[in-house]
């Protein structure tokens, strides 16, 4: 079955160090790629996306991620944490294009350290 | 980017009743969707809310449950009936944009006693 995979359920860094967030899709036909950032009460709002062509996405906020077919990965970055970026962080994919719904990975959770 | 309303935006409910949640966009769009989030989970699709036809139930969700409207491109509702504890979560309401971006409303507390 399709499905997304989000090894790290809770990651602590210090503020002003660098974050990566990893993210697996099940293999097989790319689907299109989110993250979403969930902040406590809040609903999700999205940070980017990936459909197709250059490999490394720009999103919202200072992030960014890479999508790597030959790992089925699509990793979330950013260089330098702020400690409003502590926040509930989703991955999820969309295997079935213009008609498909989101798979989400479980989350991970993100705390800052000051 | 779509802009979602919902109402309520929080409940407390007893066991046994019914509540209807009401989703709202601001321009019309095809595809509406219903997502659970359980408390400390991620989302779960229920449904695709379709307009001018039935709803697409996802596995281990049915109908009688989650009635679900969808009157119009801009509006539907989920409706989540004979309550139990287990009911508890936060539903969302999504929208797919022409660019297959999706886009979540602000979500509805349930509490059920």
């Known amino acids: 079955a399709q499905s997304v995979t989000q090894p790290d359920i809770h990651i602590t860094v210090s503020e002003g160090a660098s974050l990566e967030l990893r993210c697996n899709y099940s293999?097989?036909?790319?689907?299109?790629l989110f993250w979403y950032v969930q902040s406590p009460g809040q609903g999700l709002q999205l940070l980017l996306k990936?459909?197709?062509?250059?490999?490394l996405v720009q999103g919202i906020k200072g992030f960014e991620a890479e999508f790597k077919r030959s790992q089925s990965s699509f990793n979330l970055r950013k260089p330098s944490v702020h400690w409003s970026d502590a926040a509930e962080y989703f991955c999820?994919?969309?295997?079935?294009?213009?008609?498909?719904?989101?798979?989400f990975g479980k989350g991970t959770k993100l705390s800052v350290k000051p | 980017s779509a802009v979602i309303s919902q109402k309520p935006s929080r409940d407390i409910c007893q066991r046994g009743t019914s509540l209807t949640i009401q989703c709202q966009v601001d321009?019309?769009?095809?595809?509406m969707f219903w997502y659970r989030q359980q408390p400390g989970q991620s989302l779960t699709l229920i449904a695709t809310?379709?307009?001018?036809?039935?709803?697409?139930?996802e596995s281990g969700f049915v109908i009688d449950k989650f009635p679900i409207s969808r009157p119009n491109l801009t509006f539907s509702t989920l409706t989540v009936s004979n309550m139990s504890p287990e009911d508890s979560s936060i539903y969302l309401c999504?929208?797919?944009?022409?660019?297959?971006?999706?886009?979540f409303g602000p979500g509805t507390r349930l509490t059920v006693t």
């Open positions: 999820a994919a969309n295997y079935g294009g213009s008609q498909g719904n989101l798979i």
């Open positions: 293999y097989g036909a790319t689907p299109y």
């Open positions: 999504s929208v797919v944009s022409f660019s297959y971006e999706q886009y």
């Open positions: 321009s019309q769009v095809t595809m």
């Open positions: 809310a379709n307009q001018g036809s039935e709803a697409t139930y």
């Open positions: 990936y459909f197709s062509g250059d490999t």
